[in-house]
Each structure stands twice: as structure tokens, then as C-alpha cells.
């Protein structure tokens, strides 16, 4: 039972150490559901694939449901830490990869066992826990995966969906904003076919890396030329794949983008320029086949309720110990809103400071606190560390003072 911060920290670091992808949590898995009946919880494992659902109910009330992530990235830790993961996996495209928690998922598993243990010994509130440990976000599948697998079916139907997100702002700052809060996201696979041969005889070929940087290059018109400054899109080329030696020119480029939004006509407009740009380019080569247009993944915006998030608010106020700020809308992407969503409930989900709040001694200005900011490691990055100690004592409080919000 996790009841003390030492005993938190001791499962943070072991989370850190053993990361695993999405849809193969199974040890994570197994982690979270020991703990939640230690304290007295209902678990149901297996939920969604890989999915984690502990309930506890303590006469009528309402329910609420409290979200955690679960999974880590492909990404080779260079943190450094004396935790630091040395694992590896087998990832969806069937190669092996180093596995990190760049992202903080550690974090967030470990703050809703931090809370369950925290409410469950609170014996003053009323109403019922629904404490949801998610696979697959980095994929984007996995609130619908527990969903589809019946998870409001068999557990029941929340008044509200909470949750948060570590970033790399200062410990005891917390990030609510009412509305569009976090960026919908498209992650697509295209690829570029050409016409292979000797790279001494380009004349007899049609170039598909070529090709591919003049579609890189063009796609970087879309947010600069297609939207307008007052619209929030980001377009990323993540990755670019082809060719095998230098003296062969391949037959085929194969990218990968990040799309995220926050408007639906924007993503609607941005989609579409995406395609007529891939296919004019690969007409104006001369390519032999049209380009395919894959779409890996999508998931819209987390549009926060703002009654909710006022009331999120509130709780944090009168704890007293945050730093409580609008973060504006984020950039990147979350799939809780999948779950509040398919159940009809509110979500208030907000950002967790988790950087060391020394660093930011300097900052006298809100620009200056931005530059700290800037320069620190984030989420994906393979340098990225929160603060292990301070950063759980304060997600699991927050996680407490929102449910106790709800719970009568």
C-alpha cells in the first residue's frame, strides 16, 4: 500500500525502470492492479487489452472517474538517472527499440495509486471511484480500445472524467483551461512511390527522396500560407525513410507526419491541403503510382467542460498550495476525451508541474518563466526528468482535492 511518499517514489522508479509500449503493459499492468486490491479496491485487468479498472464505492453518491496513462515511448533514455530504463521492445513495425517514460505516463500511473490509497483510507466522502489505468495513448487507441471493450457497460457511467499531464513548468503550478484544452491529433503514413535504379543514372529514374523533400518542404506552407495566424495548427515530419546504400536511387519514400488542431474546420482544411499537396507533387515528378495516404491514427480535442473546471479550480484554491494558471490551448494531444465523451460526462483535465522550481529562481516576468521553459527537456524528449518527489506529492493531491470535489 502506497501510503507514504517514499513508498510512491519507490514505484515511480520501478515504473521508470520496466516502461513498456502501448497494448504491452502487461507488467505495469500487473503492478497498479496489486496495489489497488491491497487497498481494498474491485480490479477488473485486462480491459481494453491491457487496461487496469479498480472501483471502490462508499454509499449513494456520484461517481467519478479518475484517468491515468499507462504506456511509454520508442525513445533511448539520456537522462542520465540512476533509474534510468535500459529496456527494449518490439514495436508495432516488428523492430526492436529502446523503450523511456519520456512522456511522464510513470508519473501519472503513480499519482492515481498515490490518490486511490489517499481516498481510500478517507473514510468522510460518499459516492463511488472509478479509477481507469489506460494503454495505448502515445497510439491513440487506447481510451477507445476500453471503451469498445464495454468499459462504462461493465463499471458504470461517470458524472465526470478527471485526469492530468506532468509538464515541464515548476512544481506547484497547475495548468486548467475551460474549452478546447488540448490539440486533436492525425498521425498519417505516406508513401511516395518512384522508379528505382543506378545512382550514377538519375536521368533513368524518378527520385523518390526528391520527391519526398520537395513534399516536405511544400507541407510547410500549410500552416504558414493555408491558415490563418489566429488558427492553431502544428505539421510535423517526424520521420523519413528511404534508400538503403548511397549509389541506389529506391523506388519509394515512406514519411510520417503529426498533425494537431484544435477547430475542426481547421483539421478538415489542413487534411485536405495535406493530400492535394502529396499528389501534386508526386504528379509534377513524373511518379508511376499515386502516393497512399494512410491514416495510423486520429483522435479529436480534449475540450474541457467549464463548469467543471471551475469547480476544479475551486478545489485547488482552497488547498492553497498551487499556483493555479490558464496554459492556454495545448499543442499536443490526449485521448481522455474519447472517455468523457462515449460517457456523456464533463472532463476537467489539467497540466502538472513537474520541473524543479529552482530553476525558474530567476524568472521575474511571464516571458522570462516561458524561456525557462523552452530551454528545459519535454515530454518526448530523452532527456526529460520531472522531479520524482515533489511532482507526486502534488499530482496526487491534486488528484484527491478534484474527486473530493465530486464526492459528496
Do not use: K
Request: proline letters at 6%; charged letters at 20%.
Amino acid at each position: 500500500m502506497p501510503a507514504t511518499l517514499d513508498e510512491l517514489v519507490a514505484i515511480y522508479e520501478d515504473l521508470h525502470r520496466h516502461p513498456e509500449l502501448g497494448r504491452q503493459e502487461h507488467r505495469t499492468a500487473g503492478v497498479v492492479a496489486e496495489h489497488l486490491r491491497s487497498l481494498g479496491y474491485d480490479v477488473a485487468q485486462g480491459v481494453g487489452g491491457t487496461g487496469v479498472v479498480g472501483t471502490l464505492t462508499r454509499r449513494e453518491g456520484p461517481t467519478v472517474l479518475l484517468r491515468a496513462d499507462m504506456d511509454a515511448l520508442p525513445v533511448q533514455e539520456a537522462t542520465g538517472l540512476p533509474y534510468a530504463s535500459e529496456a527494449t521492445a518490439i514495436g508495432a513495425d516488428g523492430t526492436e527499440s529502446p523503450v523511456m517514460h519520456a512522456c511522464g505516463h510513470d508519473v501519472h500511473t503513480t499519482c492515481l495509486l498515490g490518490a486511490a490509497a489517499r481516498l481510500a483510507a478517507d473514510p468522510r466522502w460518499q459516492g463511488r471511484l472509478l479509477l481507469v489505468f489506460q494503454p495505448d495513448e502515445e497510439g491513440g487507441g487506447g481510451a477507445q480500445a476500453m471503451v469498445d471493450d464495454g468499459l462504462f457497460v461493465r463499471f458504470g457511467t461517470p458524472d465526470v472524467v478527471l485526469g492530468q499531464h506532468v509538464a515541464p513548468v515548476p512544481v506547484g503550478v497547475l495548468g486548467v483551461r475551460s474549452g478546447p484544452a488540448f490539440a486533436a491529433s492525425d498521425a498519417l503514413r505516406i508513401t511516395l512511390h518512384g522508379t528505382g535504379g543506378h545512382g550514377s543514372r538519375p536521368e533513368t529514374t524518378v527520385d523518390p527522396v526528391v520527391l519526398g523533400a520537395s513534399v516536405v518542404q511544400r507541407l510547410q506552407t500549410v500552416v504558414s500560407r493555408e491558415v490563418a495566424a489566429t488558427e492553431t495548427v502544428v505539421l510535423t515530419v517526424g520521420s523519413f525513410h528511404a534508400g538503403t546504400v548511397a549509389n541506389v536511387i529506391p523506388d519509394r519514400a515512406v514519411l510520417g507526419l503529426s498533425i494537431r488542431t484544435t477547430d475542426a474546420d481547421v483539421r478538415t482544411r489542413v487534411l485536405a491541403a495535406v493530400e492535394r499537396i502529396v499528389r501534386g507533387e508526386a504528379a509534377a515528378a513524373g511518379a508511376p503510382r499515386e502516393p497512399e495516404i494512410e491514416t495510423l491514427n486520429t483522435f479529436p480535442a480534449v475540450v474541457n467542460d467549464a463548469a467543471a473546471c471551475d469547480r476544479v479550480r475551486e478545489a485547488f484554491a482552497a488547498e492553497g498550495r498551487w499556483v493555479v494558471v490558464d496554459p492556454g490551448p495545448v499543442t499536443g494531444s490526449e485521448d481522455v476525451g474519447i472517455l468523457a465523451d462515449a460517457a456523456g460526462a464533463p472532463c476537467a483535465y489539467w497540466l502538472l508541474g513537474g520541473a524543479d522550481p529552482a530553476l525558474f529562481a530567476s524568472a521575474t516576468s511571464v516571458d522570462e518563466i516561458r524561456r525557462v521553459v523552452d530551454g528545459l527537456p519535454s515530454n518526448h524528449s530523452p532527456r526529460y526528468a520531472p522531479l520524482a518527489g515533489p511532482t507526486l506529492e502534488s499530482g496526487v493531491a491534486a488528484l484527491v482535492a478534484a474527486a473530493r470535489s465530486w464526492l459528496a
